[in-house]
């Protein structure tokens, strides 16, 4: 019986050994899944943990400026952040799930830059009846009272913007516009609600309609699964020639109707007004290729959310409206550009 008590312990043992082996080989793969979307969710202690979820296929620079901000802010405030990339025709349904496995885990706060819709709403009303604070990077209106806004104030951006536009051109008055805008602002869900490039549009209009100066003459809708910026880019120029100014709302969108310009030896023929700045946008407004952008300034926006959700843990949440200041950079002093 002793040799057979002998290999029963040496079995067991070697089946210890084995998980145990297996158990850290899991927990070093799940560690490194992680790596690049979360910060200190298996080390360190951290004081707070926090859900990111951000939709970032249709303004990738910004949004990747604002992960950074949120990044940088949890390794000062000692926050974990998991974050929870989204992109795809099934984004709206994923943002869902992430805000709802978010609720449930209990984490003390959720940052997200979903748009409006009814199922969206429900739950983020869901996630603050459970005790939640949420911080919005989109400013479309939802009444939650532990919902709180960081970002631009997107008429004032407008207003830059059509100021920006009114100096684009050389050719005389009015300057003839053409406008990409991101998506599509229409709602079928609920007609009532204003996008923010409804708001944008309006701070525009403002200027158009005060100052006489710009005469609009069409506004265009990127849609990534169909026509791309160059696509539109180059449909403006065939159906409206007489184009002096094309403005973008984001970094991409800039760059590539930068480049249809190029293309069709318009250099100084039609001016890019843009949003966003990064090293091939630096180099187009050096080139006098772009006029000038409007930066939006993500990385601060991410890291005040984080400081939003910090100051309001344990204490009763209080909504607010943090406004992020918008940067304007023409060939005058994109040289003090900071793009890190």
Not at 111 to 123: D, L, M, Q
Not at 126 to 145: L, M, P, R, T, Y
Not at 269 to 277: H, K, R
Not at 290 to 301: K, P, S, T, Y
Request: hydrophobic letters at 40%; a negative charge.
């Amino acid at each position: 019986m002793k040799w057979l008590y002998k290999i029963s312990t040496t079995l067991l043992f070697a089946a210890v050994v084995i998980s145990a082996v297996f158990a850290m080989y899991y927990l070093g793969k799940v560690n490194e899944a992680y790596n690049d979307n979360t910060v200190d969710v298996f080390g360190g202690n951290p004081r707070y943990h926090f859900s990111l979820i951000l939709y970032i296929e249709g303004d990738d620079e910004y949004w990747q400026s604002f992960k950074e901000g949120v990044f940088e802010a949890g390794k000062v405030h000692n926050a974990a952040i998991e974050f929870n990339p989204v992109s795809g025709p099934d984004s709206e349904d994923r943002i869902i799930e992430y805000v709802d496995i978010a609720s449930k885990s209990r984490v003390d706060g959720i940052i997200v830059n979903g748009r409006y819709s009814k199922k969206y709403s429900e739950a983020l009303k869901n996630a603050a009846k459970s005790g939640v604070h949420i911080v919005g990077g989109v400013s479309e209106a939802i009444d939650i009272s532990r919902l709180s806004y960081v970002g631009n104030n997107f008429y004032d951006f407008g207003v830059k913007a059509a100021k920006l536009i009114s100096q684009a051109s050389t050719k005389g008055l009015p300057i003839d516009l053409a406008v990409i805008l991101s998506d599509e602002s229409p709602n079928g869900e609920d007609s009532t609600q204003i996008s923010q490039g409804d708001i944008m549009m309006s701070g525009i209009t403002s200027v158009i309609e005060k100052e006489k100066k710009i005469n609009l003459l069409c506004t265009l809708y990127r849609n990534s699964y169909l026509l791309g910026a160059e696509d539109l880019t180059r449909e403006i120029l065939t159906q409206h020639p007489e184009v002096d100014v094309i403005f973008c709302t984001n970094a991409k969108d800039t760059a590539a109707a930068a480049r249809v310009i190029v293309e069709r030896n318009l250099v100084g023929d039609v001016a890019i007004v843009g949003t966003g700045l990064t090293e091939e946008i630096r180099y187009y407004i050096q080139k006098g290729i772009i006029f000038g952008v409007l930066d939006r300034n993500g990385h601060e926006a991410g890291y005040k959310a984080v400081e939003i959700l910090c100051a309001n843990i344990g204490d009763s949440f209080q909504s607010n409206y943090v406004n992020i200041d918008t940067d304007i950079y023409t060939s005058i002093n994109i040289d003090q550009a900071d793009l890190d």
